[in-house]
């Protein structure tokens, strides 16, 4: 017999859940793939800046950046587990399915969020470190704890936690907030509604069944398919303003002009059809495409910005 | 085993020894990763005219 047996006070079931989370685990409560989407918007913040940025001090403020989103990303999934363990798409998230303790996850996502913003401003300046706190504290507080489960405005307003990280890269370059980086802002912030709302459609029921005021569930399909196509149509001609101001050159202008014309077909095909597994599949592909449209703008004024192409080439 | 010796598994599967030893393994990367881009920045910082430098 183990002495942990013979403490009255162990709890078997408490160890089993405490160290069944390997890394994998832990890491996935960062959500990768919207940190990826992080790192991408505020490298093209970093990169666009008035003033130039050492490498190693611009990849440390990425990095404290990225960190920083994931640790939202923590806080966010222990908040949520109580409607995510009853939601198909989101079930098997580590803390529902009972991996992560949620006491595990609330630390691990305070914890990264002080290193983050701590690191943020010993290498950065306070600018950028108050710029990601107010980030963390809007995603996790104002979004998800209170309007999230309150209105079908949720994603618009709490959209604007996810466009954050171009001014927040920007300001760790520069120390400061320039106009360009607030188009890019802009950019996110009217993509977002589109982006979601076209996911919502498909998973209406699941949001419906946990209580969350989805458009699609609050409002119903045939008005969320006119926002989309309205935010669409706000959209495309916002994506090519970056070109107007010289931070985005050619390469920038025509795929934000051809991907926009794009994003708009493919909410013009969601607004069209509404019933039946056609909907469905429309509503999903302009998800994929939203999805490429803002990788591909903000990746190409990496690309240029990056490789130095506006000045060698003249654009 | 008995209850003056210790199990050093502390009662847990192999599973979760597995899981624990490779969260130490990454906790222990993660604090080497941040010591070297802490020293990095350091020297960037400390040296004239470095910090000038544009990506």
């Not at chain 1, 409560?29 to 940025?53: D, F, W, Y």
């Not at chain 1, 995510?84 to 079930?91: H, I, S, Y």
């Not at chain 1, 050159?249 to 909410?267: E, M, Q, S």
């Not at chain 1, 469905?280 to 004024?301: C, E, Q, T």
């Amino acid at each position: 017999m183990s002495l942990a047996t013979d403490n009255s006070a162990f709890s078997p079931a408490a160890a089993e859940l405490a160290y069944l989370a390997g890394p994998r685990e832990f890491f996935s409560l960062l959500k990768p793939r919207v940190m990826s989407l992080v790192v991408l918007t505020a490298l093209a913040g970093i990169l666009i800046a008035p003033h130039g940025v050492h490498p190693v001090v611009g990849f440390a403020a990425l990095t404290a950046i990225a960190i920083g989103a994931g640790a939202s990303g923590a806080l966010n999934m222990w908040w949520d587990a109580d409607i995510d363990a009853r939601m198909a798409r989101t079930r098997l998230r580590a803390v529902p399915s009972g991996l992560i303790a949620p006491r595990e996850a609330l630390g691990f996502g305070l914890t990264l969020s002080l290193l983050s913003v701590l690191t943020l401003a010993l290498i950065a300046n306070l600018l950028a470190a108050a710029l990601l706190a107010f980030t963390i504290f809007y995603y996790v507080v104002i979004y998800t704890m209170w309007l999230k489960r309150l209105t079908p405005q949720n994603i618009v307003i709490g959209g604007a936690a996810g466009a954050l990280p171009p001014i927040v890269g920007c300001a760790a370059a520069s120390g400061g907030v320039s106009w360009d980086s607030i188009w890019l802002f802009a950019i996110i912030f009217m993509w977002t509604p589109p982006h979601f709302w076209a996911l919502a459609l498909v998973k209406a029921r699941d949001y419906e069944r946990v209580g969350v005021p989805m458009m699609p569930n609050a409002k119903g399909p045939d008005r969320t398919r006119l926002e989309i196509l309205v935010y669409s149509l706000l959209l495309a001609p916002l994506g090519l303003v970056p070109w107007f101001t010289g931070v985005g050159g050619w390469l920038y202008g025509a795929a934000a002009l051809v991907l926009g014309l794009g994003f708009c077909l493919y909410a013009a095909r969601v607004y069209q059809v509404r019933d039946g597994v056609d909907a469905n599949k429309r509503a999903m592909a302009l998800f994929g495409f939203s999805i490429v449209y803002l990788f591909a703008l903000f990746g190409l004024l990496v690309i240029e910005h990056g490789f130095g192409l506006l000045a060698r080439w003249g654009l | 085993m008995n209850a003056v010796t210790p199990d050093p598994s502390g009662g847990l599967t192999p599973k979760q020894l597995r899981n624990r030893r490779l969260r130490n393994i990454a906790i222990g990367l993660a604090v080497g990763f941040v010591a070297v881009m802490f020293y990095a920045i350091t020297i960037v910082k400390m040296t004239p005219g470095l910090m000038k430098g544009t990506p």
